[in-house]
């Protein structure tokens, strides 16, 4: 049976860590200026290259950089810069779309793979970018025919990339969609300036909008769908007929979501792959696969266009529909490790046993428990007030600074707090 890898989004070291908790075979991250996150919060810096590099090998995954927005003149200096850096941190390969940057890897002896961007829809295209790459990911828009017959074409032609394999196909398989076409969309560089193909897009087809006729005597309040903005992608109901096409790996979307994001879904993916290797996808694990990703952030969900639809789903309300929320509550002061304990500052809320709890560190990454005893100042006690300093047992190292949230579902009166982002 072949191999299948789950390619996992990093947009900040503890996203990076909760990947590789969530059995991520390879993770992708963005550093500088060229890169389709390259304006977001969820950036990397040069100098970071190398330590995630080193991360990703200490724990067998590989690591993926994306170079992939299009090249100027004026940043091909930046451009080759970048590679370098990638070659000499032993980055396992770059994502890329733009010719200058495939040319120049090629020359350097960079692994390749093919970014979106390309927009792939056909085997004559898989031909021409075998030249250049071993991995390729193809159009958002093709249907899960389409995707094997292009495998099964790679197979009886021996189209093969330049380590000498057969080319391997990628797909999204969840995560947020764009509304344009494999992402070729120019509303936020019309509006404001701001292109998404240069990392830079502003989502202006997330809002809400009102229509109004050309003499200003008629608005209309566009209500109940936001006509621009998709449903994310969730592919877990047809996720085996994707690995019965020839898939090899699955792209999950998301470098700027968090740690807990990253983790829930590569985890969940994770048990769904080793569920149609051992022929256990059943539509009762496809029901739970589907409860645990619906937890975390997401515009609502639909299966794409694999298979066949022609038109999206569009979003019936502004943000995130996740069915469970994080609220900030704290952060871990110390940690002993002979005891495996934590001290915990409570600064916003209070903290009962029997909470669902998130912590969440650059090395940490992201652990969940149960609170099953609370102590302060060394009594047990049912409840940690806020400004007191509490300890629970955790089965994981946690790191003192990383922060601590409660796990809150739909209909608590937390769940309605302001809290950062899911």
């Given at each position: 049976m072949r191999e299948i890898?789950?390619?996992?989004?990093?947009?900040?070291?503890?996203?990076?860590?909760?990947?590789?908790?969530?059995?991520?075979?390879?993770?992708?991250?963005?550093?500088?200026?060229?890169?389709?996150?390259?304006?977001?919060?969820?950036?990397?810096?040069?100098?970071?290259?190398?330590?995630?590099?080193?991360?990703?090998?200490?724990?067998?995954?590989?690591?993926?950089?994306?170079?992939?927005?299009?090249?100027?003149d004026e940043e091909l200096p930046v451009m080759r810069e970048m590679v370098d850096i990638a070659k000499k941190s032993d980055v396992t390969a770059i994502i890329a779309s733009d010719l200058s940057v495939l040319e120049y890897a090629r020359k350097q002896g960079v692994e390749i793979h093919i970014s979106t961007q390309c927009n792939i829809t056909n085997i004559e295209a898989v031909k021409f970018y075998a030249n250049y790459a071993d991995?390729?990911?193809?159009?958002?828009?093709?249907?899960?025919?389409?995707?094997?017959?292009?495998?099964?074409?790679?197979?009886?032609?021996?189209?093969?990339?330049?380590?000498?394999?057969?080319?391997?196909?990628?797909?999204?398989?969840?995560?947020?969609?764009?509304?344009?076409?494999?992402?070729?969309?120019?509303?936020?560089?019309?509006n404001f300036n701001s292109s998404a193909n240069r990392g830079a897009c502003l989502q202006p087809c997330r809002r809400a909008y009102h229509v109004k006729d050309a003499d200003n005597q008629i608005e209309l309040e566009v209500d109940n769908k936001y006509i621009m903005s998709p449903k994310d992608l969730m592919t877990l109901p047809i996720l085996d007929r994707l690995l019965d096409a020839g898939v090899s790996v699955l792209k999950i979307e998301g470098r700027g979501r968090s740690a807990e994001y990253v983790k829930t879904v590569t985890l969940t993916y994770h048990?769904?792959?080793?569920?149609?290797?051992?022929?256990?996808?059943?539509?009762?694990?496809?029901?739970?696969?589907?409860?645990?990703?619906?937890?975390?952030?997401?515009?609502?969900?639909?299966?794409?266009?694999?298979?066949?639809?022609?038109?999206?789903?569009?979003?019936?309300?502004?943000?995130?529909?996740?069915?469970?929320?994080?609220?900030?509550?704290g952060k871990v002061v110390n940690f002993f490790s002979k005891l495996n304990v934590a001290e915990i500052k409570v600064e916003t809320h209070s903290i009962s046993v029997g909470d669902e709890i998130l912590i969440i560190g650059p090395t940490t990454g992201a652990y969940e428990a149960r609170v099953q005893e609370l102590r302060v100042e060394m009594q047990v006690v049912e409840q940690a007030q806020k400004g007191e300093h509490c300890s629970i047992a955790a089965s994981e190292t946690l790191r003192r600074g990383d922060k601590v949230y409660l796990l809150v579902e739909a209909g608590h009166p937390l769940f309605q707090v302001q809290s950062e982002k899911n």
């Open positions: 890898e789950i390619m996992s989004p990093a947009g900040s070291f503890d996203s990076l860590m909760a990947a590789i908790q969530g059995g991520a075979g390879s993770v992708y991250f963005g550093a500088g200026q060229l890169n389709m996150r390259a304006r977001s919060s969820s950036n990397f810096s040069t100098d970071e290259i190398r330590q995630i590099a080193e991360i990703c090998r200490e724990h067998n995954v590989k690591s993926y950089l994306t170079l992939n927005t299009i090249i100027y991995v390729m990911v193809l159009a958002r828009e093709l249907s899960v025919e389409q995707i094997a017959a292009i495998t099964r074409a790679i197979e009886q032609q021996e189209i093969r990339g330049p380590k000498g394999n057969l080319v391997q196909i990628e797909v999204f398989v969840h995560g947020a969609l764009c509304m344009a076409v494999s992402g070729k969309c120019y509303i936020s560089l019309d048990k769904a792959v080793e569920a149609w290797k051992s022929r256990q996808y059943t539509r009762e694990n496809v029901e739970q696969w589907t409860h645990e990703v619906g937890k975390v952030y997401n515009r609502g969900f639909w299966g794409g266009y694999y298979l066949g639809e022609k038109t999206g789903e569009w979003s019936e309300r502004y943000g995130s529909q996740a069915t469970q929320k994080k609220v900030y509550v």
